[in-house]
């Protein structure tokens, strides 16, 4: 029997407000152990808690963005929590009434658009880490609990299980860490735990509607630990299938080392959290102006972007697609048109050599030794004739390791293109003396033989002369 995968994430995005949600303790980073803790998010008794807006504000943002239904009237749960990383027993969370709900986001894959319904964004407090004395919890004798990034804000983002492959999985991750990005709520750094995914992966019968038995996979930080999990995880039940058995409804988690799935506990149900409401915090009202007046705040996003590139510089579908995938990309790309250069040609490069480049040195586009603006100039340069084509790539070559301006770089190193007619045309005489061969072939009919010409100018000028004007040269002296 063929077999359709089944597909949903609950992604856990963590917000960049300076303080936790529901106390003043600092959200920082690699800060020194418990050293960001105070009675509320240690879960003393006799305290309570207070409701940090920004989160309110970052909520209702990211819900819009993802066309979200805000609930103006929100309110807060517990859940029940047994584990010591949320020292309270319980988190705080929402459950029937969350703050955004009913959103989609549209993704492409394989040049193909297709939606991804969000059932619902709601706002809670992260949980501790965990530090064991071993390398994991089985082999440890003791455990450390670190509570710094006890009660910092996370956005919770569960789709609907609309995705039907590993592939469609990550591009809808990616769109979802772009969206964040722009709309600036989350650093979105994986390596960081700030974007991580709960991962839902069940089969059914190619054709039928019905949901199957489901697994999750349990905070995913990277998009190739997605990819790799679901793809394990379609082979792993396609297999249980058949020979005959039965999937079990359980959580695993995902081992990237070994590339496989573990079955960690079975899947515990809503009734087994014991959902209350949260007693110590007011519901969240929030008035259709304070939400309009967010949406007013809201920037150009991806899917906006990418039409405007294509509108005003006629990019293709799939370039503009690729240079507003993520914000600093987008940056990148408008601060390199915004120098004056051509914006087709600024695309071609930021996906030719400077992609590549990154690439291989792996880098991050904010970090580029080239940045936009001397980008920017040396594409100038081209479009100006300064430099063909060709001898950029050499230049852009040199400005990876040398900050000088594209200009000097090109003074300096000599590579001014030669686009001075008496100098080509001794070049060109001289070539065409050289070449009997090639010339009788072109004056025989056969065309082509001049690219071998234009070759041997190119090659004697050390591909400075100007290839148009090689060519125009070489015709006009050869059908003459
Ligand atoms: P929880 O996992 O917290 O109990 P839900 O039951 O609401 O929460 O499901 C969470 C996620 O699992 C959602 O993203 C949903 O789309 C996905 N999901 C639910 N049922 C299935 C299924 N049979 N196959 C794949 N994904 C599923
Ligand atoms: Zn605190
Ligand atoms: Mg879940």
């Known amino acids: 029997m063929k077999y359709e995968p089944v597909i949903g994430l609950e992604i856990h995005c963590e917000l960049k407000t300076k303080t936790k949600i529901f106390c003043g303790c600092a959200t920082g980073f690699g800060a020194e152990q418990n050293t960001h803790v105070c009675p509320v998010c240690l879960g003393l008794p006799g305290v309570l808690p207070t409701v940090n807006k920004r989160v309110v504000e970052f909520a ?17 749960d517990r859940k029940n929590y047994y584990y010591p990383d949320l020292p309270k027993n319980w988190q705080t969370s929402q459950y029937d009434l969350p703050i955004a709900e009913h959103g989609w986001v549209d993704i492409d894959v394989d040049g193909e658009k297709k939606r991804v319904r969000l059932t619902r964004i709601h706002m809670e407090e992260d949980a501790g880490k965990l530090v064991h004395s071993g390398t994991t919890i089985k082999d440890s004798i003791t455990s450390d609990v670190d509570y710094n990034r006890t009660g910092v804000p996370l956005l919770e983002i569960v789709s609907e299980p609309d995705m039907h492959s590993a592939e469609e999985a990550r591009v809808y991750m990616e769109k979802i860490k772009a969206i964040m990005e722009y709309i600036d709520v989350s650093n979105c ?209 040199e400005m990876w390791t040398n900050p000088d301006a594209p200009e000097k770089i090109v003074k300096d190193k000599g590579l001014v293109q030669i686009t001075d007619t008496s100098a080509i045309e001794g070049v060109v005489d001289e070539v065409i003396a050289k070449n009997e061969k090639a010339v009788n072939d072109y004056k025989g009919g056969n065309k082509k033989a001049i690219g071998a010409l234009v070759g041997q100018v190119m090659k004697a000028t050390k591909g400075k002369a100007n290839p148009q004007m090689v060519n125009k040269m070489l015709a006009q002296k050869l059908n003459g």
């Open 60 to 76: 209702i943002k990211a819900g819009l963005a993802t066309n979200c239904h805000i609930n103006g009237y929100s309110k807060f």
């Open 189 to 397: 750094k994986m390596e960081e735990g700030n974007l991580r995914a709960d991962v839902n992966v069940s089969l059914r019968p190619a054709g039928t509607k019905e949901l199957g038995t489901r697994t999750e996979m349990k905070n995913i930080n990277s998009f190739k630990g997605l990819v790799d999990a679901i793809d394990y995880e379609i082979d792993r039940q396609t297999d249980v299938l058949e020979d005959g058995g039965h999937v079990v409804q359980e959580t695993r988690t995902w081992d990237p080392a070994r590339g496989i799935t573990l079955s960690m506990r079975s899947k515990e149900n809503a009734h087994d959290y014991r959902y209350m409401p949260e007693p110590d915090l007011p519901p969240i009202v929030t008035s259709e102006e304070t939400i309009e007046k967010y949406r007013r705040e809201l920037p150009e996003l991806p899917d906006a972007r990418r039409a405007r590139l294509e509108k005003d510089y006629g990019l293709s579908d799939y370039d503009a697609g690729i240079l507003t995938s993520t914000r600093a990309m987008a940056e990148y790309y408008d601060a390199v048109v915004s120098t004056g250069a051509d914006p087709k040609l600024a695309a071609n490069w930021m996906m030719g050599d400077l992609a590549k480049a990154l690439n291989e040195d792996g880098i991050e586009i904010q970090k580029s030794p080239v940045d936009a603006k001397r980008l920017g100039e040396m594409i100038q340069l081209i479009s100006k004739g300064t430099i063909s084509g060709k001898i950029a790539k050499k230049v852009f070559k």
